[in-house]
């Protein structure tokens, strides 16, 4: 039994531990319960530096789209010299003032301007909106004189009107003309804002929902605090409501003349305690200070204070109960300790004996002292031999189980430093003599007062043994592993060598075929351009469709070879979903009237008007499928159907099916129409052109697209092939690309007379690129390869060179590194013109510091992008347009209010040559007056091949010139003839089409100038 001072220490101890334990629930309550208020508070202040941060975007956007609403007034070229014209006069002319008044007011209506002003090079008011008249301040010309000299145009402080005292901001937009040395002023423009339309609204509004919050904007205004917005509770505060620097308890304060930012706590002007966030705008003079009541901050933390409290409260209460229960019963918990503290001790080495030698370890106890075994179980007995008796009063040295003297020592030493040894690897001998490989953990304990060692050891021999073999395994293994890995190394690298190979191939290939496609598609383009005959118009659009065709194989292979190589990648952008329908509408719907066929197109009414993808691979494979159509399509229709079958907030799913009443397609063979080379018809003697590409790469890009590609057939019912595709919605709806012609005309007005270079070294592949830039007004000089081209380039500074890549002596590559390499030619543009179609060959070209690439055959609109994009507009403008010319555009001005006529069109397929278009529409007349009444002539007399040429004559004759009524009538009527229609319906559709020959052609004799 334990004494009972000692009892009575225990229970000192233990009453100061309660203590300890209740003061520390205070404390830790306490502290729980400050450090949750401040978090929430710290809360509070982050969500006001977030709005803050929010806000102060916002105004930087606004600052940067007024001032660019200013820039692009002041680079008007055309308002610039009606200003410099009137500015000119001492008196302002009544239309020009008008005009000018209309255009300024149309700026100020659209983007919500308080007022537009014009000042002269004096400063003095020339013109304003609001008929303004007086004095303005004299920061307005410090202003004024700071937009000047930096050439830009400036937004100034927010200040007060002199006359009407209405707060507003100034856009000040310098004018001048000329450049450099010649250029000089004009004047000025003042762009007033109403920071009441967008400012101030801006800052009252919050994301979240509150009574006290508030977002404002300060500034200096020396020793006082200046509030340029409005306030909550005082509405008339802009520029006119000041705080003193002695207030240093306000927000607003501390931010101007305190240097502070972030999150301070302070008052409000009314004396409101509230927590505030700060912040300096940059490029401004202005702060802006988030604010929120303190009370409203915390309103919300009031419940979660009250439970703390509650919950620690609780805890103490529940401490004081225990306490008491604990000074009750330890007694009785002592005196019975006592009683079973004995009994304990007695079982637990009964306990002690039982697992001893029930242990499978060989176990035993010696003494510390001498290392004398006192007991040993009957594992040990059974791993070592030795009997019982023979142990018992023995070391372990007198009987030879240690066979190394240095490790027992060891052993003993780390277990007298550290009281227990746990899994020591030794040798020990048996009786014997044979080694076992040893695992033995051992501790002191104590036995009657006195110190004993307890040791169990485990034979690890046989684990020993399969170490090793599996060390020996290991070894072989790794061995058969490098070795692999060398002939797999070798495997690579040759199939690696065979595709590098067949990429080569492969573009050498297509360089050698596109160089004389681009002589043959360019030079069909520019003779097309210059004749006037249809029919032979007609043979050069069947050499071009021929080219064409040969340069989509070539793409198909391209387009397979980077599958295999899965190297196929997409060029996602936003476009307009309407005119991606309409170009391949209009790539096929001419094929289809040509072969009597109908085109019918049914899209979705709720397809979206932009959409985000890859218009040009998804317009490939729709091609692919109306191609399809149309030539294994004899008689009746093919269709388009787009559907959208399911729309979220980001995306749309759409379901796009082309649908013919062809031959049809037998069930064994659909799948396979989606592998490579495979068609319908594989026989020599097939009727069908094709590769049997298209289908095998449409599938494929449908699949890298996140979509998939079937089809639906039989034999002799028609074929239906789909596309399910996900594509993203676009940002916004894309502007309308330029027509050719509009392009043309753009590039003749503002880049002619640039000084440009080609490079190029086929005579065939000059003679049409020449040919191409001379159609827009532009020519060039011409190096033969990429070392004359760098001599060249380092005598003139060209504004834009247009660079092959393969070339003899210098490829473009290198000639492009060296021209870039020039003193004061870093900033050439280069644009690669190559037909080189590999996307490792665009990529190296912009590497090499190339800004755009062509490629071969040259597509003209693309051309067309490349000398607007990168040709720097020249300030020269054009002389005026003759009198002859303003005749002809009024001619079509009216003949574009009649209906039936497409001028469009016409000009289209002239290149956008007026005199030209009317010189054949004229030609029409004289030569097609009695091709209508003709063709019932030829029919009436029996003659039905005649009939029918005078038809179609009469048919692409119109189509060509935009005479889309007669082109209509004129394709009936031939359809009919070739479908041997009844004679009544004959008469009838001859008898339309002699009647809208007639009213087009008396309309053309009316309103064409008389030669």
């Not at 002859?884 to 079509?892: D, I």
Request: proline content about 3%; charged content about 25%.
């Amino acid at each position: 039994m334990a004494p009972s001072g000692e009892e009575e220490k225990a229970g000192r101890h233990g009453s100061i531990l309660f203590l300890l334990a209740l003061l520390l629930v205070i404390l830790a309550g306490s502290a729980y319960y400050l450090a949750q208020r401040q978090q929430w508070l710290q809360q509070a202040g982050e969500q006001l530096q977030a709005i803050n941060t929010l806000k102060a975007r916002q105004i930087l956007a606004w600052r940067s789209e007024r001032m660019a609403d200013g820039q692009v007034l002041g680079d008007d070229m055309a308002l610039r010299a009606r200003i410099e014209r009137l500015l000119g006069q001492t008196g302002l002319n009544r239309e020009e003032t008008t005009a000018l008044r209309e255009r300024l007011k149309s700026v100020a209506t659209n983007y919500r301007y308080q007022d537009i002003l014009l000042l002269d090079t004096d400063g003095h008011l020339r013109f304003s909106l609001s008929g303004r008249e007086g004095e303005f301040q004299d920061s307005v010309f410090v202003a004024i004189e700071a937009a000047h000299a930096g050439g830009r145009a400036i937004l100034t402080d927010l200040h007060l009107d002199s006359g009407s005292g209405v707060a507003h901001a100034d856009i000040v937009v310098p004018l001048h003309s000329g450049n450099g040395d010649n250029r000089r002023r004009i004047g000025s423009l003042l762009l007033q804002i109403d920071p009441h339309n967008y400012l101030f609204p801006m800052l009252s509004s919050w994301p979240l929902p509150t009574r006290s919050g508030e977002s404002v904007l300060v500034r200096r205004e020396g020793d006082h605090v200046l509030f340029l917005s409005e306030l909550r509770l005082r509405p008339d505060a802009a520029l006119s409501f000041t705080i003193s620097e002695e207030r240093s308890d306000i927000p607003s304060v501390q931010a101007i003349f305190g240097g502070q930012h972030g999150l301070v706590e302070g008052v409000d002007q009314q004396g409101t305690p509230v927590i505030a966030a700060l912040m300096e705008i940059p490029e401004t003079p202005w702060h802006i200070v988030s604010k929120l009541a303190r009370d409203e901050a915390l309103a919300t933390w009031n419940g979660t204070a009250r439970l703390i409290v509650s919950l620690f409260s609780g805890l103490a209460l529940a401490l004081l109960a225990a306490f008491g229960y604990y000074r009750q019963h330890r007694a009785k918990r002592h005196y019975r300790t006592l009683f079973e503290t004995e009994a304990a001790r007695r079982a637990e080495q009964q306990r002690f004996q039982v697992v001893f030698h029930a242990s499978p370890l060989a176990a035993s106890i010696a003494r510390a002292i001498d290392g004398r075994f006192i007991d040993v179980n009957e594992a040990f007995v059974r791993d070592f031999g030795w009997p019982r008796e023979a142990l018992i009063g023995r070391t372990s040295l007198e009987i030879g189980l240690w066979p190394d003297t240095d490790v027992r020592r060891h052993f003993v030493e780390e277990l007298r430093a550290t009281g227990r040894v746990l899994s020591f690897e030794t040798r020990w001998h048996d009786c014997n003599g044979h080694i076992h490989h040893m695992e033995i953990s051992a501790a002191l304990i104590s036995i009657a007062g006195s110190t004993h060692i307890i040791s169990f050891a485990t034979d690890i021999t046989e684990r020993r043994r399969s170490q090793a073999e599996l060390a020996e395994y290991r070894c072989r293994l790794e061995s058969m592993v490098e070795e692999r890995t060398s002939q797999l190394a070798v495997a690579k690298d040759q199939a690696e060598k065979a595709n590098r190979a067949k990429s080569a191939f492969l573009a050498n290939m297509s360089h050698e075929i596109r160089t004389p496609l681009n002589a043959v598609i360019g030079l069909a383009h520019l003779v097309r351009r210059d004749i006037d005959d249809a029919h032979q118009q007609g043979r050069l659009d069947r050499v071009v469709d021929a080219a064409r065709h040969l340069l989509a194989v070539i793409n198909d292979i391209l387009d397979l070879s980077k599958i295999e190589a899965e190297r196929l990648s997409l060029d996602e952008c936003d476009f307009r979903s309407e005119r991606m329908i309409a170009e391949i509408v209009d790539m096929i719907e001419f094929k289809a009237r040509e072969k009597g066929l109908e085109l019918i197109v049914d899209i979705d009414p709720t397809l979206p008007p932009a959409l985000h993808g890859d218009p040009l691979r998804l317009q490939q494979i729709l091609l692919n499928f109306l191609s399809n159509a149309l030539k294994f399509t004899e008689r009746g229709s093919i269709g388009l159907n787009i559907r959208v079958t399911d729309r979220d907030a980001e995306s749309v799913t759409l379901h796009c099916a082309v649908e013919d009443t062809g031959i049809g397609i037998p069930q064994a063979l659909q799948e396979r129409l989606f592998q490579p080379f495979e068609q319908v018809d594989s026989s020599t003697t097939r009727r069908f052109g094709g590769t049997g590409l298209g289908l095998a790469i449409s599938r494929q890009l449908a699949r890298l697209m996140g979509g998939d590609t079937g089809l639906h057939s039989a034999p002799g019912q028609g074929s239906t092939f789909w596309l399910d595709i996900r594509l993203h919605l676009a940002e916004a709806v894309p502007a309308e690309a330029e027509t050719q012609a509009e392009a043309e005309a753009e590039i003749r007005r503002s880049r002619q007379g640039s000084r440009l270079l080609l490079v190029e070294d086929d005579p065939l592949n000059q003679e049409v690129a020449l040919e191409l830039l001379a159609s827009a007004g532009l020519s060039a000089d011409v190096a033969e390869n990429g070392q004359i081209a760098v001599e060249m380039a380092s005598r003139t500074n060209y504004d834009l060179i247009l660079m092959d890549m393969q070339m003899p002596v210098m490829d473009g590559i290198e000639a492009t590194r060296r021209i870039l390499a020039l003193p004061d030619r870093e900033q050439t543009r280069i644009v690669a013109m190559t037909a080189n179609a590999y996307a490792e060959s665009r990529a190296a070209c912009l590497d090499a510091g190339m800004v755009d690439y062509l490629s071969k055959p040259v597509d003209l609109t693309a051309l067309h992008r490349v000398l607007l994009h990168w040709l720097p507009a020249l300030p020269t403008a054009l002389p005026a347009e003759p009198e002859s010319g303003e005749a002809e555009a009024e001619c079509l001005d009216r003949l574009r209010q009649e209906p039936g006529f497409d001028t469009s069109a016409g000009l289209a397929s002239l290149n956008g040559k007026n005199d030209k278009y009317l010189q054949l529409l004229g030609k029409y007349c004289a030569h097609h007056s009695r091709t209508a009444a003709s063709v019932g002539q030829s029919l009436a007399a029996g003659d039905l091949k005649a009939a029918l040429r005078n038809v179609h004559t009469l048919k692409g004759a119109a189509a060509t010139l935009g005479l889309v009524d007669t082109q209509q009538a004129a394709s009936a009527a031939e359809q009919a003839l070739r479908d041997m229609a009844p004679p009544e319906r004959l008469a009838e559709l001859l008898q339309a089409l002699v009647e809208t020959d007639a009213r087009q052609r008396s309309i053309l004799e009316d309103q064409l100038p008389r030669a």
